[in-house]
């Protein structure tokens, strides 16, 4: 039997799961500090520390359910039973059941890194208006040169298009996304990307993710 543990999750904890139910309606919570999540095309990969820890293993099937739950019990904490969780808050007391880790996408235990031959800065500002920009212009594509970040319809010849400039870090490259791939948590990233094995890693203040490109480039 595990001992029964109270938690309160941090407004930074929630925006974390907020933004990796984006990427994936479901999550398997393992024990201790540690997020990470998956999407079912396996193309992108999510990971986050975090101030709490978790006593147990759990598995959530739709989190943006259990998100809802959470903002309907006020100041609320968790308390963690065998088989379900107890959202507690005042009068009002929510029991919410684990889901079976069979039914759900998780990510790999472990994962090999490859090893990244170019690296840049983006601005959290400058991402926002370039994802902002996209979704107005309904451009599916987002595509990185050496200076510059464009959303474009890369099918369409006579694609509308917007671009920001970067700064350069003279390294001839193009690496493409789809658009709605980029779900990180708004904010400054580092990216680290490898143009053989086509994948980025982006490095932020509260999340990490590794992403797949579309295309492979030659630097």
Known sequence: M???????????TVNILKNFST?????????????RT??????????????????KEFGIYDLNEF??????????NLEFGESYLTVNGGRTKVRYFYSDSSILTTPPETFNAPECDVSFT?????LTNVLKASAVMQLPDIVFTDGKITATDL?????????????????????????????????????????????????????????????????
Not at 23 to 35: D, H, P, R
Not at 122 to 126: A, R, T
């Open 122 to 126: 983006i601005p959290g500002s400058v």
């Open 155 to 219: 099918k369409n010849v006579t694609s509308n298009d917007y671009t920001e400039d970067l700064d350069k870090v003279n390294v001839v490259f193009e690496f493409r996304f789809k658009t709605d791939n980029l779900k990180m948590i708004p904010g400054d990233y580092q990216v680290t990307a490898s143009t053989e094995a086509g994948v980025s890693n982006w490095t932020g203040v509260d999340a990490s993710y590794w992403i797949a490109m579309e295309a492979k480039t030659n630097g």
């Open 2 to 12: 595990i001992r029964r543990v109270k938690m309160k999750l941090s407004e930074n």
């Open 23 to 35: 990427i994936n309606q479901n999550i398997l919570v393992k024990s201790g500090s540690q997020l």
């Open 38 to 55: 998956m999407s079912t095309m396996k193309n992108i990969l999510g990971e986050a520390s975090i101030v709490e820890e978790f006593p």
């Open 67 to 76: 998100l809802g739950v959470l903002s309907l019990v006020k100041d609320s």
